[in-house]
Each structure stands twice: as C-alpha cells, then as structure tokens.
C-alpha cells in the first residue's frame, strides 16, 4: 500500500483554470504538508497541517488554498492557474516529532503544466 | 529562506567508489536530514543526525554534523549504479515537525558503471 497517494500524477491545463491536487496519507501521521519543486529542483514549503490546524502559510499567493477533511487528506486546491504556477508539488506527512527519526514521507508527485 | 547548501552541485564518480556531499545552513537547528530523489520520483529519506549528535551511520551511509561550522556531510560507500539520484539535505529548525523542513539545492550525482 502507497504511504502517501497523491492524484493525479500529472496535470495540464491552461490559465486561468482552477485546479486540485489531492493527497492521502495511510501512516496515521499527525502533520501533513504541500511542497513546491520549481524547474531548478528547488524544494520550498508551502503550509502543513497540524490536527486540522494550519500550522505555517509561507508566503504564497492566496490563489492557493490547503483543504483538510480529516486528518489523512490534505488537498490543494489552486484558483486562477498563472504559468509561474507550472512545478511539481509534494505532498508529505510526518509523524510526532518525538519520532521524528523517520522523517517525512513524500508522495510521488503532481507534475502540474500550466499552458 | 533557503536554509541548506549542497556542495558540489554535481558529482560524477565510479562505481565502487565513496561519493561525498556537503551541506552547510545558516541558522541554529534541532535536526537535519538527508533525502534522497531519483528522476521523477518523490523524496525518499535517508537518514536524520539530532543537533547533539555528530556522526551516524545507515547501511552505506554515513552522516556527521559539525554545529559549530553549521555544516554536514553526506558519505556514501562501495558507491553502486542505483545510487544515481539527487541528494538533499534538509533542516527543521522549529524544535518540532510542524514547521516544516527547509531544503537545500541539493547534489545530482552519477555512478558510472
């Protein structure tokens, strides 16, 4: 069974669209979070949730907007798709950090193409 | 703010030899971790060194935390062509999970075969 699921795998759609990205996390971890990887690879947070808290929101437009409907599903759902929008985007989860020996969990990806 | 530099930026190297990576970061931290991303794929983690520790080994692995420097490195062993990946360090800062991690650029290395 895959960890962390995230769909679909790869999106493309034209501006102006609105668009989501759903994840899913079958370790019964406490925190999730949604990381963009831009064309250089460069990995940065974008928010995590904590117990459905929204723990952190870096400073990304407001285009983008976290939904959680329960602690195993963090989707990311993204209005009014710019082409500085086209990356791949991350979904991870984590565990308490008294465990923290393990590390995130990353999902697989979501290769989004805006044309 | 990026946190983690890796250095080099790209390394190529022979199988069957050590590769090592760096990473160096700005601001005090609990902990810092290595990731691991094979083309098109997610990250994977490798290993995770506490601020009060300065070395750790995994397997081939082998990690050491110079806190001082603000500083660590990456070894890997007996290096083998599936070791071709891009490798990561990451930093959590926060004292707990819920911040999250600050990545680096990280080091695309290839194993010759």
């Known amino acids: 069974d895959t960890a962390v699921s995230q769909t679909p795998k790869y999106l493309v759609t034209q501006m102006g669209n609105d668009k989501s990205i759903k994840c899913e996390q079958n370790l019964g971890h406490d925190t999730m979070y949604w990381y963009k990887q831009d064309s250089k690879k460069f990995l940065k947070i974008m928010f995590s949730y904590n117990n459905k808290e929204l723990i952190i929101n870096e400073t990304v437009p407001n285009r983008f907007s976290p939904k959680s409907p329960d602690k195993a599903h963090l989707n990311l759902h993204i209005n009014s798709l710019e082409l500085g929008d086209s990356a791949v985007y991350f979904c991870?989860?984590?565990?308490?950090?008294?465990?923290?020996?393990?590390?995130?969990?990353f999902g697989s990806g979501t290769r989004l193409t805006v044309v | 703010s990026q946190q983690g530099e890796e250095d080099p930026q790209a390394l190529s190297i022979q199988e069957g030899e050590n590769a090592t990576m760096n990473c160096s970061y700005k601001?005090?931290?609990?902990?810092l971790q290595w990731y691991r991303q094979n083309s098109g794929r997610g990250l994977v983690h490798l290993i995770l060194i506490r601020s009060n520790e300065r070395e750790k080994h995994s397997g081939r692995l082998r990690v050491t935390l110079d806190t001082s420097k603000k500083s660590s490195s990456l070894l890997i062993t007996a290096s083998r062509a599936a070791d071709t990946a891009s490798y990561f360090c990451?930093?959590?800062?926060?004292?707990?999970?819920?911040?999250?991690?600050?990545f680096g650029k990280g080091t695309h290395l290839i194993i010759q075969p």
């Open positions: 991870a989860s984590s565990q308490d950090p008294a465990e923290l020996d393990y590390g995130y969990t």
């Open positions: 990451a930093t959590d800062d926060s004292g707990g999970g819920a911040d999250g991690l600050t």
């Open positions: 601001t005090s931290i609990n902990n």
